[in-house]
């Protein structure tokens, strides 16, 4: 299984819009990995992990490839992790080419309420013949192509119910994909202790960076004690690999390398525009 971060920032993006803080003066100044965009993660080549409105940031510079996508999984509707209208250019009269298949969009509620609000506008009455939506439930595991999928409850915006992944490949591979949440809730651990999980790779939110945070987004410290959490409780292997991924520019770090510093204490590495991971 092959993890690739196409945008690791949260929503303001770092440098983030109109921000003159030190972190983002650096990464103007320092450019390369310290540029991050907003959420985006592809499994493999066919499994979108949301679709900010950077999707079409990342197909033009990031490499992202949109052809072989057959379905996106949306973590929550937040505006950095789902943006409807980029999917309605998708329709016959945006395309002149009919996309090869139809996309499947997997969300909540909110996610499949924000769907219809846009299908209903008379020029995207054809949304939903390129585009298909299938609202999920948490806890009820779902087959999307090859990959069974397991939508869990993030600690994140309480105005919906927001998703974290567990996401398991035919070849026996599993992810955790924890964006955006704080601490795992306790309804989590025991569902992963229930289901028997064994992670191969874990991607954690760490949107505070060095600061003290374990309600909606984490910290360094807080990814570390979910991750020690993890191992302790028998939820993971030897070779497991752990990700810290989804950076606010408040995170207090100035710069990608000061976080690859503090990371690597903890046994994590560190994500960035780009960057693949596979196991
Ligand atoms: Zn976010
Ligand atoms: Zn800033
Ligand atoms: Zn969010």
Known sequence: MKLTYFGTAAAEGWPALYCHCDSCK???E?????????SQALVNEDLLLDFPPDTFLHMLYGGLK???VTDVLITHAHEDHFYVEDLANRQ???IPVRAPHVLN????????EIYEECAKIPYNR???SVVAMHEIQEYQP???GRYTVYPMLADHNTAEKCYIYAIADDEGKMLLYAHDTGYLR???WAFIKEQGFRFDLVSLDCNHGKEEASRNHMGMDCCSRVKERLIAEGFTKPETKFMVNHFSHNCRYLNHDEIVEAASKYGFDVSYDGKSVEV
Do not use: C, F, M
């Open 26 to 28: 650096s990464a103007w």
């Open 142 to 144: 779902v087959q999307i």
């Open 66 to 68: 949109l052809d072989p």
């Open 105 to 112: 969009l997997h969300g909540n509620n909110r996610v499949r």
């Open 30 to 38: 320092l450019g390369g990995k310290n540029i991050r965009t907003r």
């Open 186 to 188: 306790e309804d989590v």
């Open 126 to 128: 054809d949304l939903p």
């Open 92 to 94: 016959p009269g945006y």
